[in-house]
């Protein structure tokens, strides 16, 4: 409905993310675990408390190892409260996919869609 709508308004296009097509998945089975990893060792250093709680946070899925978003081939995504994984990454059983997962939850938790010089001191 969403989508529809804003496709009836003009210049809507920019807010939607790829989770408007995209597949409602549960959280993976680390969320939790990746979620308090990201805090305890990045982001707590730069907030007081979590800008999206983990409960909070929706995800999708898009069938493949990648997709495009915003013209780029990305891995996942983090948007309005909404992470979108390629759907390669979203089980357990890849070391990249922990650092996709991570990487998007470092965005939800910090509240910051940029890649600011203390992300890299993550390692995300
Ligand atoms: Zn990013």
Known sequence: M???LCLLLTGCINTLGPEEW???IWPPPSAQADYTWVWDHCVSTIRAGPRWPLHK???YEIPGDQFTWRENQVYGTF???AITLASAWVPDTSVLGRVVRR???LHAESGDNSHPPWMAACAL
């Open 2 to 4: 969403r989508l529809l």
């Open 22 to 24: 995209a597949t409602p």
């Open 57 to 59: 946070i929706r995800w």
């Open 79 to 81: 948007h309005d409260g």
């Open 103 to 105: 990487h998007e939850l």
